[in-house]
């Protein structure tokens, strides 16, 4: 485990890009010291009426996620911005998030850091774990509540007869996951019309954490 009291040394490292994209993406990152990364599939929620904060639309997406110590993260996000254009509508995003705590890998180490801090961005990552068939329930009180729009995931567990946890809480291909980029300003609301209309705190029906952001890549308005 690599740990220094509670301050975030590594980054987790998210790539929203179209389907077929998530391997290139690796590729590039690979080149810049990230050793490797996990590909998901998700699907856009954006509608053509909404303002496409996270320039994805209602089509299949895959979802990167790389973890890296910040020197190679500050690279890596700098080197996939030339390369695939996040500024560009529809280009696709990327943004990062802070992790205290490491487990099983050496690839990543702390001495490399940053000089200056990283930047803060005005943004929040929400994810909301429901049972299947209720994304579409989230994304509606997210955006009554001013959400842009977000990309859901099909989460499965491990195997027929076990499952994996996440917060105690089961994760089987009977789950959705729900990732929603949002002002850190609107983050509060969107959260609580969620919690409200899905009835969170009711046991069972669903967990929601929020993630700050520190780093964007992609994101217009």
Not at 17 to 45: H, N, P, Q, R
Not at 68 to 87: G, I, Y
């Amino acid at each position: 485990m690599a740990q220094v009291s509670g301050i975030p040394q590594f980054s987790l490292i998210y790539v929203i890009v179209k389907f077929g994209l998530g391997s290139k993406i690796i590729k590039e990152a690979k080149k810049c010291g990230i050793s490797g990364g996990t590909v998901m599939l998700g699907k856009g929620t954006v509608h053509n009426k909404i303002l496409n904060l996270l320039a994805i639309s209602d089509v299949r997406k895959e979802v990167v996620m790389m973890i890296a110590n910040k020197k190679a993260t500050f690279s890596a996000l700098e080197h996939l911005n030339k390369v695939f254009h996040f500024e560009k509508p529809n280009h696709g995003i990327a943004f990062t998030t802070g992790l205290t705590d490491l487990v099983g890998t050496r690839s990543c180490t702390i001495n490399d850091q940053i000089e200056s801090e990283e930047d803060k961005s005005m943004f929040q990552n929400i994810v909301v774990i429901v049972d299947k068939g209720n994304a579409g329930d989230v994304m509606d009180a997210a955006t009554s509540a001013g959400s842009k729009g977000g990309t859901v995931i099909n989460a499965r567990g491990s195997g027929i007869h076990e499952t994996s946890k996440l917060f105690s809480m089961n994760i089987e291909p009977e789950k959705e996951i729900v990732m929603i980029l949002a002002d850190e300003n609107t983050t509060p609301a969107i959260v609580e019309k969620i919690r409200q209309d899905l009835k969170i705190d009711d046991p069972g029906n669903g967990i929601i954490f929020v993630q700050d952001v520190n780093k964007t890549y992609g994101i217009y308005e």
